[in-house]
């Protein structure tokens, strides 16, 4: 470990002590014992190194090698938001800058008798045992230590909370802007997502940089999916060329529930996403979709699990990469069946399309099955654009770099059309084509 590394761990660990000690009588509350149960499994693992068999092709070296500003304020305001915008009328949209929620930024069009919508600080100020009920339950045993950093320092992020028998019609679109423009800058948010039995949210999570400083997000997301509750859950991020990116998304899912993902990835220097489900109920099923667009050295790793501990259910994945350049790219997924999920279907693919010679892709599809009735399979493909199509293409007069674009596009398509906010899909459209036709 280098002593840049111990620096920042040392000055994490300070700062906790440092806020703990202005906290008062809330420094004994059950939320803030969660925070220093964590904060001290940071300390005894520290942040991870290459020789940690997850961490393995995405070395954070460089990640804290620097300091951040966790605390930085922003004056950022409306008209600059203007280039950064998600055009959506219809649709409850919260801003949140370096990690602190702006409500002059926002909009909440849903009505509060079908769900609870607002920023964790408030929602614990007006209900504190109902969000202690929820935050950290299913981060509790997690051993990553980035997980357990964020655990340790959750301030502000979101809090959804869909009662029983609620249907949300319109999305939740939850926008991070880390505004780089003078300094380092560092945050990490913590959402929760609570969703009663039989409601249905749909929920995307969007993130910028403004600046060219480096900028460094943690964020971690729970999400509780109840009985026979349907959650669509998409993740964008479009970040700058100096931003550095680790998130979690924890998820839990009960009887009969549905639980679809989409995690786009297209911009940052280095990029972690952590998904990890549990289907801890039978007859529920999780679909995953990722699709990743590294390019100059970029760094873009997937990591997701699927965990089946009950009978009959069922978890699909498919994952695409076009990767240019020099990027890197990381696929590790993992499928586990327990010995109580007979009957389990799980299914995962990842293909990967690889346009340079110094370009590389890493993947490592996993499964480990522990029940002797279930349809278990996995794939991984990385090749090249097809000639053949390529060929075809051109003998009808389309000029090379058109039918390059044209071919990547439609290998896109299988991912973006699996992402059901009509608003964010046709964001992610726009960005693609823009992408593949000005490189």
């Not at 007069?397 to 608003?423: H, N, P, R, T, W």
């Amino acid at each position: 470990m280098s002593n840049e590394t111990i620096d920042l761990k040392t000055r994490l660990i300070s700062d906790f002590y440092a806020r703990e000690s202005v906290m008062n009588g809330e420094a004994t509350s059950a939320f803030h014992q969660k925070k220093r149960l964590a904060l001290a499994r940071f300390e005894e693992q520290g942040f991870p190194s290459v020789r940690n068999e997850e961490w393995k092709y995405s070395n954070v070296k460089d990640l804290i090698s620097a300091s951040y500003n966790f605390n930085l304020e922003s004056s950022i305001g409306q008209a600059e938001l203007e280039d950064l915008k998600i055009p959506a009328h219809e649709a409850n949209i919260l801003y949140f800058v370096n990690g602190q929620y702006a409500p002059e930024l926002s909009q909440l069009v849903s009505s509060s008798d079908q769900v609870v919508i607002d920023s964790l600080q408030n929602a614990y100020k007006k209900n504190p045992q109902l969000v202690n009920s929820f935050f950290n339950e299913l981060t509790k045993d997690d051993t990553d230590s980035f997980t357990a950093l964020n655990t340790a320092f959750a301030q502000d992020g979101v809090f959804i909370h869909v009662p029983d028998d609620q249907v949300v019609p319109q999305p939740v679109i939850l926008r991070f802007i880390s505004d780089a423009r003078s300094q380092n800058v560092g945050s990490q948010p913590r959402n929760i997502i609570a969703v009663g039995r039989n409601a249905q949210v749909k929920v995307a999570e969007a993130y910028r940089t403004l600046g060219a400083e480096r900028s460094f997000i943690n964020t971690v997301t729970e999400i509780h999916v109840g009985e026979d509750a349907i959650v669509e859950y998409y993740k964008v991020q479009n970040e700058s060329e100096s931003a550095y990116h680790v998130g979690t998304t924890q998820v839990r899912m009960l009887d009969r529930s549905h639980f679809y993902s989409g995690t786009v990835s297209l911009n940052g220097k280095f990029i972690r996403n952590n998904l990890n489900i549990v289907l801890d109920g039978e007859y529920c099923d999780a679909h995953m979709y990722g699709l990743y667009f590294p390019d100059g050295t970029q760094h873009i790793d997937n990591h997701t699990i699927a965990d089946h501990r009950k009978p009959n259910s069922e978890s699909n994945e498919l994952y695409k990469g076009i990767l240019r350049d020099k990027s890197k790219g990381v696929f590790n997924g993992k499928i586990f069946v327990r010995p109580d999920a007979q009957k389990t279907n799980a299914f995962q693919s990842c293909k990967n399309i690889v346009l340079s010679p110094e370009a590389t892709m890493n993947t490592k599809p996993q499964l480990e099955i522990f029940a002797d009735d279930v349809k278990c399979s996995h794939g991984t493909t990385t090749g090249q654009i097809d000639e053949e199509a390529l060929f075809y293409m051109r003998s009808r007069g389309i000029s090379q770099k058109e039918a390059m674009s044209l071919l990547m596009y439609a290998f896109c398509a299988d991912v973006v059309s699996q992402i059901k906010i009509d608003s964010i899909r046709e964001y992610l459209e726009g960005v693609i084509a823009e992408k593949l036709t000005t490189k």
